[in-house]
């Protein structure tokens, strides 16, 4: 008698996309229970706090089961999917619906006639940390996520229900307009309102003379460089050089350690209409100028077409915040975790300053704040950075012979 073929089932689990990723939000299966799937064939669709992203397979065969479906949350490492090999055997339905409830989490379960439980509720962290921060209680919420588990759109759901943190009267302040957040907003304003919880962080601030900087743009532009590096491509370089002086701005805190990196890989935060996206520039320290502006141009474009990949968005170890464009002078940006440093900077204008003679001139003029986290890093050393940064930034042949 012949054997039946041993059916080999592949899980498909959340991988993590960013550093800072805890779930993600299916946006759209790009491929349907039953269908062929190569490896490196765009699988799924799916958002993440920093942006949306479409995920590789990394298996080939046959779609077998979709268990998070489109608009569902998963968290980082669990199950949304499964797979076959090709020309396979179809798993038994039983075995996929189990693979929604892996065996190491508890599953939620319904409540017996007296209405209570010894078993925790199942929903993600960042349901747990919404239901705490609104005041409600999981026992009294369903959940619509993967095997019932709860997610951050329920919690809201019940908040509003319950007329808990979620105010719906008009009062005197008009009509009132619910601006429903994406799940990226959503996940930025998580993470923003931990780093400022949990982050005992300092600002130090410098106004950086960026007279000369100014000149060496003039002449670049005139030898025609294309692309012409920008003011902030200089501070990028700038920071870069600064923190292969003081790798110890140049770490993260995570888990009572803090670990120093080798490579100095600066982010720079870019705006789009509903999300903030720090892409990364790799080796920024090594990268001449010309390379920067490149790269940055580069990362701007395809943030704005949302078509940024999981590999530029990891690894940042610093980050460069810029809203000179907008006319802002000053201001304080937050750390970005678990990176220790993020740099804000303001715009480049002509400001009065005193002369040689002391005599009032107009300079370019350009303002920064560091803010640091004071568990990794000391005023001292956070002054002694933005000092040589300055001194880059005011000698700026540094920047261009350097890399």
């Not at 890989?265 to 705006?271: E, R």
């Amino acid at each position: 008698m012949k054997a039946e073929p041993q059916t080999h089932v592949v899980d498909v689990i959340m991988p993590r996309l960013s550093d800072s990723m805890e779930e993600a939000t299916v946006l759209r299966w790009l491929k349907q229970p039953g269908a062929p799937v190569a490896k490196g064939e765009p699988l799924v669709e799916v958002e993440t706090d920093k942006a949306t992203i479409v995920y590789e397979a990394e298996f080939d065969g046959v779609l077998e089961a979709i268990l998070v479906a489109e608009g569902g949350s998963a968290a980082l490492g669990e199950v949304i999917a499964q797979a076959r090999s090709e020309g396979e055997a179809p798993a038994p339905r039983k075995r996929v619906e189990a693979a929604a409830s892996p065996p190491a989490r508890a599953t939620a379960t319904a409540l017996p006639a007296t209405g209570r439980t010894n078993q925790r509720r199942r929903a993600t962290p960042v349901a747990r940390r919404l239901a705490a921060e609104l005041g409600v209680p999981l026992e009294g919420v369903n959940g619509s996520g993967p095997g019932g588990r709860i997610v951050r759109a329920d919690v809201r759901s019940a908040a509003r229900a319950g007329g808990t943190g979620l105010p719906t009267g008009r009062g005197d302040r008009g009509a009132v307009t619910d601006v429903r957040l994406t799940p990226t907003q959503r996940t930025i304003a998580l993470r923003m309102t931990e780093s400022r919880a949990q982050v005992p962080e300092f600002t130090l601030e410098a106004e950086i003379d960026m007279e000369a900087a100014a000149a060496l743009r003039d002449e670049l532009r005139d030898l025609g460089r294309d692309p012409l590096p920008s003011f902030n491509d200089l501070v990028v370089k700038a920071a870069a050089l600064a923190l292969r002086d003081f790798p110890g701005l140049n770490a993260s805190y995570e888990d009572g350690r803090v670990l120093r990196f080798g490579r100095v890989n600066v982010g720079i935060a870019v705006a789009t209409d509903d999300a903030l996206v720090v892409p990364t520039i790799f080796d920024a320290d090594r990268l001449s100028i010309f390379e920067i502006a490149r790269v940055a141009r580069l990362m701007v474009e395809r943030v704005g077409r949302r078509d940024v990949g999981v590999e530029d968005l990891r690894d940042g170890t610093f980050t460069v915040s810029n809203l000179g464009m907008y006319g802002v002078r000053r201001f304080n940006a937050v750390i970005n975790p678990p990176q220790a440093a993020i740099l804000a900077v303001g715009e480049v204008a002509r400001r009065p300053a005193v002369g040689v003679a002391g005599e009032i001139v107009a300079r370019y003029q350009m303002d920064v704040a560091l803010s640091c986290d004071h568990r990794v890093v000391y005023g001292a050393e956070a002054a002694r950075f933005l000092q040589r940064l300055k001194l880059l930034l005011e000698r700026p042949v540094a920047l261009v012979v350097n890399g």
